[in-house]
């Protein structure tokens, strides 16, 4: 679900929703999900001084009834 | 002079002050922009598709305020959608700016779209009102100026706009974020 919600609230504000893929790990540190983007929309995801991805953490944040979650962004070519 | 503004201008402060420079003739040969109900339905979209995911229910309300669209998620079941509010309406804050940049790469031009959920931006509006009233009062039995606590654009406009119904004159002055309404007679 947590995925699921991340990968809308991200394919909302890209310009290539389509490269979008979102992946969820647990480990002992908890939950991480991994959003990779098209490089041309990395600027979108991260915003300026940061403003998108901190906005996007506090949402996923708080659906995750308040326990934190680590999200990273990585554009496509990376994965 | 820099450290004061009227009213009109501080409302339209907030996110960018573009569009409120645009002459009436440079937007006359523009492409008409996209409707304040445009906006409205794309914000509401990219949230009720949210509320879906994470299985909550809220009714959602498109309005327009002033001159921006304004998209309420109103909840059904009490308490229900109060983790999408957060404290201070942080968590709030952040889903209206994420909405804002969904509406913008929709519609091609930045929007200044509030979102409000459960309820929250209305009775902040209340309890801002309230506010101002107490320091009109305070005004008016002292005669000297009343200082508010530092406010953000919005909340500086709503307290404007109470002074103003109530007949008395009111500036912000100082810098963000210490900047403040100060209310005075005349």
Known sequence: ????????LVRGIVDNPDDVSVTTRSG????TIEVAVNPADMGRVIGRSGRTATALRTV?????????????FLDVAER | MNETTNPA???????????????????ADEKAGPTLEEEGDVAADYLEALLDIIDADGDIDIDVEGERALVSVIEVNPGELSHLVGDDGQVLSALQELTRLAVARETGERSRLMVDIAGFRAEQRTKLQEAAQQAIAEAQRTAAPVSMR???????????????????????EGEEPERRVVIRIS
């Open chain 1, 60 to 72: 996923m944040t708080a659906v995750n009834g308040g326990r934190g979650v680590r999200v990273d």
């Open chain 1, 28 to 31: 002992r540190r908890g939950t």
């Open chain 2, 150 to 172: 530092p406010m953000n654009p919005f909340e500086r406009k709503v307290v404007h706009d109470v002074v103003a119904e109530a007949g008395l004159v009111s500036e912000s």
């Open chain 1, 1 to 8: 679900m947590l995925d699921e919600a991340l990968g809308h």
């Open chain 2, 9 to 27: 201008e501080d409302a339209a402060a907030e996110p960018v002050t573009e569009e409120a420079t645009e002459t009436a003739d440079e937007k």
